[in-house]
């Protein structure tokens, strides 16, 4: 269970799947900059950065080393930190092999499985449920094996072994191969009876009547579905697609949670 006492004036924000480094720099140069833009624009007001995984499209923390790059970003996280905005980031299946990294360099909190957020204000009670969404709900057989695999210690530890040109290169090809595939014939379209984000959600709900706000990326499916009479499963979406149109965010203040399309910065 996460807590928050929301102070008033301030704001929690919430995103998800950026996937930095892919396919290629140039791409994840142009993301990383509206990335920037955005968290300049919630620098202003926010008190809690709730970051739902896959900030990387691979990440792995070496002994001495972690990957290149993405220094604007990282940069500016540390300036809210610096500033006394928490940062909390939720650990996805493209970024399983965060450890203590963030932590000490950020003092983020670090989360490996989903959790319930309890954000109370002067005016209201906020229930979430929230995680990065990866292993959830019924089928993916698959994928829970595969990250069984990944999260294994040993599994770890060989990995460990390769030089990171090689472990960086090899995890890089795998992923881009797969996402230029789903770039090109589009994202499988969301259907309600077999999302597995959506099946885990509902069966918690059943056992949770108090959450209210279901909140998960992965899926690349911007939504703010309704589940049951009162509560809302909202998909964070992702910021790699074209000219940003799954690029979503949630922002909860003393009154109400915003469900809010992002909008790049001219000239990128």
Known sequence: MIHLNLTSGKKVYFASDFHLGFPDEIRSREREKALVSWLEQVQKDAQDLFLMGDLFDFWFEYKTAVPRGFVRFLGKLSALADQGIQIHIFVGNH????????????????????????ITTANKLFQLHIGHGDGLGPGDTGYKILKKVFTNRLAQWLFGFLHPNVGISLANFWSSTRKESTLAKGEDAFQAETDFILAYVRETAAKKPEIESFVFGHRHHPMAFPVGPTATYYNLGDWFNPQFKNAYYLQIDENKIDFIHFNAPSGV
């Open 95 to 118: 970024d399983l092999w965060m450890w203590d990294y963030l932590e000490k360099e950020l003092g983020a909190k670090i989360y490996r499985e989903p959790s319930d957020l309890k």
